[in-house]
């Protein structure tokens, strides 16, 4: 009998070594539990009805927003309520004034500008590369060739729910997608004026912006 006991002793000291790691991991848990809720990494609506609103209110908010934006900054810019957009009119170079077109369509908001109105044939491929170039820089917006329209479209679109919650995000996403707008801009016309190299444009360009950077931190 006395035997049989001491032959116990192993297994039962790997039972208390059980009991002890589930203790542990008991108190972790509990320990977890009961710890101060984290605060969201994004900001919440003000309003938390806006998130429950149908597609129609949503539309009708962005609508209403992205008008009295334009009236409240006195921009250039005419309504065109039955087709559901407004066309401004800003700088895109020092000397050229183009049209930037803010849309809702399809419960989104798209934000359109015309870089190059035409182009000749015999430079597609090129402008599909430097465009291909500028698409796998940007993290914002999209450069579209058209070959069907012979145009290149810098555009930009999001969901009208995120904009009828969030309608700050409508001058910010307006004011992003303009100030690239113009890097665009200069790119596509320098090569369309000065046929150099896609690559050595856009090297031009991160250059140009490195600077801009540089001189911005001295100051």
Request: hydrophobic share 40%; glycine share 2%; charged share 25%.
């Amino acid at each position: 009998m006395a035997n049989g006991l001491f032959a116990l002793l192993p297994l039962l000291g790997i039972l208390a070594i059980i009991k002890r790691v589930r203790d542990y991991w008991a108190n972790n848990t509990t320990e977890t539990k009961i710890e101060e809720p984290r605060p969201p990494s994004f900001p919440l609506p003000d309003q938390i009805h806006a998130m429950l609103r149908d597609d129609a209110q949503h539309q009708a908010c962005v609508w209403d927003e992205l008008t009295r934006l334009h009236r409240n900054r006195n921009w250039r810019f005419g309504v065109f309520e039955s087709e559901n957009y407004v066309e401004s009119i800003f700088h895109i170079s020092e000397n050229t004034d183009e049209f930037y077109r803010y849309l809702l369509y399809d419960q989104q908001l798209h934000f359109d500008v015309r870089v190059l109105h035409s182009f000749p044939q015999e430079i597609t491929t090129d402008l599909f590369v430097l465009a291909a170039h500028f698409n796998n820089l940007l993290t914002f917006g999209k450069v579209i060739v058209d070959v069907n329209r012979n145009n290149v479209v810098f555009n930009f679109h999001n969901e009208l729910k995120l904009y009828s919650v969030f309608p700050e995000k409508i001058e910010l996403d307006l004011s992003h997608h303009y100030q690239i707008s113009k890097d665009v801009y200069w790119a596509f016309h320098k090569f369309v004026s000065e046929r150099e190299e896609p690559v050595i444009i856009i090297s031009e360009l991160l250059n140009i912006h490195k600077m801009r950077r540089e001189n911005t931190e001295q100051n």
